[in-house]
């Protein structure tokens, strides 16, 4: 079989390259091994332009954001789906005075994106909360589990996909060609997600994985139409009354399996904030693709051109892969220049050893 491509992984960045790859009419085989708690299919898939206790914009925002409304809706025409982008405010409930002060001053100083909520009164029938409710609007919600479900489908039907675990010993890379079992491609590119750092070609990029793990509860009688946020975030799901509540960051740990502690921990706080009784239907953990510098790995090998990278996209996967799917696919097709804070050749030194 000859393609011209093959990505590895259906991630949200597999997803997104191989779309774009696609689009522009180059032939693709998508290889990926189907793991359930992959970081794509357990994350809360929020785009949140403002993050931290600064309340300010994330990097390349005013760019990002146009880019993912436009193609989010885009995919999902291809894959069947509509409505994959919603619109959904985070209300921000400030916990503390000095946060307060904070958001205060950004409000005056970022009014298109954020303010205080007007519906404060309206909240206190479902949430216990001590000061005041911040809005964050330019805030999305993506149906990305149902977005890669559909997606994958499509793959299927055109024979783009093959369903098993890609094992490097049966890949062989030459100047301008990549051979794996009876499969010969122009380039593999590689959005492996955390796997990406048993990748042999790229495990000295400077990862720094971290776990997180959610709830999945009903809680009947909440609104669906926004995000709601103070120590844990609570994201509505497609279905009726039932919500992601999450997460936390562990930078050790031992395994990739949800925690008693977490669970406690979570179920304890839900008491305490929501006025509304609750139930707990999952529990989901994953690990994130995070690196030191926050900022994707995007382009090909310094020293091996058949090979290519799109990963590292830490927690903010649903916003920065899209945008970077696209610099990748159109760096590879027409040698366009990619982002330099994200082009993988920042790291030529460490990949030429
Ligand atoms: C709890 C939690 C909450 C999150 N919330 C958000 C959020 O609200 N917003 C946001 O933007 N981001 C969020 N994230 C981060 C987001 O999930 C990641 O940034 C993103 O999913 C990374 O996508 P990826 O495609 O690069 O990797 P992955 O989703 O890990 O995909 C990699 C894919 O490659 C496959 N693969 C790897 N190696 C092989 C191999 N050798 N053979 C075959 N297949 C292989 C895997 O099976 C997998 O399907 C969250 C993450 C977690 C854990």
Known sequence: MQV???VLGQGISGTFLSYFLMQQGASVLVIDAMKA?????????????????????TWMIDDILPFAEKVYNEI??????KDVMQSCPVLDFVPTQQMLDAFTKRVDENADYISFSADENGMREYFNFPLKIGEIRSSYNIAL??????????LQENSMLLEEHFNWDNCILADSKVFYKDIVAKKILCCEGVEGGANPYFQQLPYAFNKGEALIVSIPGLPQNNIYKMAMTIVPLQQKDLFWVGSNYQWTYEDELPS??????????????????????????SVRPANVERRPFAGLHPVYSSIGILNGMGSKGCSLAPYFAYQLAHHVLY???????ADVRRFEKVLSK
């Open 4 to 6: 011209d491509y093959i």
């Open 37 to 57: 708690n992959s970081a794509s299919r357990v994350a809360s898939a929020v785009i949140n332009p403002v993050t931290g206790r600064r309340v300010v914009k």
């Open 76 to 81: 999902g025409e291809y894959a069947g789906m």
């Open 145 to 154: 589990w149902e977005l890669l479900a559909a997606y994958r489908q499509r």
């Open 260 to 285: 008693r502690f977490f669970r406690t921990n979570t179920e304890n706080y839900l008491n305490h904030w929501l006025k509304l009784p609750f139930e707990v239907k999952d529990h989901i953990a």
């Open 335 to 341: 040698a366009k220049e990619i982002e330099l804070l």
